[in-house]
């Protein structure tokens, strides 16, 4: 299968709009929708007529981290000769452990001016995370960037910009791990009362697991190459912390609720 899809999904004169950025949109209307959904179960700590007003503070700490955190953590040499890459989202290069460290971060300024703790606001956002993961890997494919090693399995992908050869559609591994089968399981976890942190730590971990997995058949970026053993990607390595903390905060679940 030959990858032969136009980035730009509509041109008007000298405006384009691109299919990573309605990625973007669909995630974001994604989480208003089932967070309007979720925030209606009996247990959870925000309101319905909350979650906009949080979905606004999520979606700039997501934009606003993903992009700063793909410049620091990938792009750290392109960053200081072209400091402008950072508002070109449409380009791609959106790092997610940027990006939730942004939501984080806005998610703690929301919850000052709410009676809502940070964790259990933490916890009530998680089943949702997913859904924009989801149509962010499906803009990478669309992007034809961030793809995997050379493959013969009769699904393998030509990325024009990879050369001739067959690949595994990394993205499309990440959409469905990271994206459909990680919210079936957070959606179905967080249905019933749980102690503060649980969630947000099923998501930690299965989250560093699904990536870390994937990261063997997904080339690293070209100009960092493997860090270590050759085979330690970045990916992986910033998955090692986010693991650490799933491992505390089930720790503090399991702590609080005994």
């Known amino acids: 299968m030959l990858l032969d899809w136009d980035p730009v999904a509509l041109a008007i004169g000298p405006v384009h709009i691109h299919w990573y950025g309605l990625m973007y949109v669909l995630g974001f209307a994604g989480f208003w929708l089932l967070g309007i959904r979720h925030a209606r179960r009996a247990h959870t700590a925000v309101a319905p007529e909350q979650v906009s007003d949080l979905l606004f503070y999520g979606a700039l700490g997501a934009i606003l981290g993903g992009r700063m955190g793909s ?8 960053l200081l000769a072209d400091p402008w890459m950072i508002l070109r989202i449409w380009e791609g290069g959106m790092s997610f452990h940027g990006g939730l460290i942004g939501v984080l971060v806005a998610i703690w300024l929301w919850q000052r001016k709410s009676n809502i703790g940070w964790l259990a606001t933490v916890d009530f956002c998680t089943p949702m995370v997913p859904i924009g993961l989801f149509f962010g890997r499906i803009g990478n494919f669309i992007n034809g960037e961030l793809w995997g090693r050379p493959t013969d399995l009769p699904w393998g992908v030509i990325f024009p910009a990879a050369g001739p050869e067959p690949r595994h559609p990394s993205q499309l591994y990440e959409a469905a791990l990271e994206g459909i089968v990680l919210f079936a399981v957070l959606w179905w976890f967080a249905r019933k009362p749980r102690a503060v942190g649980a969630v947000a730590a099923v998501f930690a971990l299965g989250y560093s697991v699904v990536r870390f997995a994937v990261e063997f058949v997904r080339l690293p970026d070209a ?5 270590a053993f050759g085979w330690l990607t970045m990916g992986q390595l910033l998955c090692l912390p986010l693991a ?3 491992v505390a905060l089930a720790w503090y679940a399991r702590s609080a609720r005994s």
Do not use: I, K, P
Request: proline share 0%.
């Open 71 to 78: 410049a620091l953590f990938y792009y750290s040499d392109h």
């Open 223 to 227: 100009h960092l190459g493997y860090l």
């Open 244 to 246: 650490l903390a799933g």
